[in-house]
């Protein structure tokens, strides 16, 4: 099957890196994934299926990707594994209710709005690599010194956070990869 799909792909697609196609003008998520999936993947008809937690897969296809957005900014993260995306807005806004879920250490890393957004993004793109929810994770969940843990345990993923405009994104996958940013 991976054949067939570097025959469609060829095109407008390397496997080689990740892409992230990207709209700072406020869509339907839905809308904006479908057009990804025709437009610049050139996937007819693509067939979405869910996980238990809501997790989007395409049945029949070796692509893998990730849906996000928040604010006026919708992406979508494409590549040939599992992958985790999450984005958010930048706000000058106090998120001390929310810290109470960060452990000691993550509390000390983070002393502005921006730096808890990265340490929230990381978190959630993870969370989405995974599968799962960030509900069920959060508390066993911890990124501090650069390095992520889930239940004590240093996770070994690349996690690559990218500032567009006023939103942090980030990228989780098993291994590092060249990220390209396409805005549509």
């Known amino acids: 099957m991976h054949s067939e799909l570097a025959f469609i792909f060829s095109p407008c697609y390397n496997y080689d890196m990740i892409r ?3 709209t700072l003008e406020k869509t339907d ?3 904006f ?4 999936f025709t437009e610049y993947l050139r996937l007819p008809a ?3 299926v869910f996980n238990q ?3 989007p897969y395409l049945r029949g296809n070796e692509v893998y990707f990730n849906l996000s957005h928040s604010g006026s900014l919708t992406a979508v993260a494409v590549s040939e594994a599992e992958i985790g995306l999450d984005c ?10 929310v810290l109470k879920s960060f452990s000691e250490r993550e509390q000390q890393e983070i002393d502005t709005p921006e730096s808890f957004l990265r340490h929230w993004t990381i978190k959630e793109s993870f969370v989405k690599f995974l599968g799962t929810s960030i509900a069920k994770e959060l508390k066993e969940l911890e990124y501090f010194g650069q390095t992520l843990y889930l239940k004590n345990e240093e996770q070994h993923v690349s996690l690559l956070t990218e500032k567009i405009e006023e ?3 980030t990228v989780c996958t ?3 990869q060249e990220i390209t940013y396409i805005q549509v």
């Open 33 to 36: 994934l479908e057009r990804i």
């Open 20 to 22: 992230v196609y990207y």
């Open 46 to 48: 693509p067939d979405l």
């Open 167 to 169: 939103y942090l994104l």
């Open 29 to 31: 998520s839905r809308k």
């Open 53 to 55: 937690y809501g997790k």
């Open 174 to 176: 098993l291994a590092p």
């Open 88 to 97: 958010e807005k930048i706000k000058n806004r106090s998120y001390h209710s």
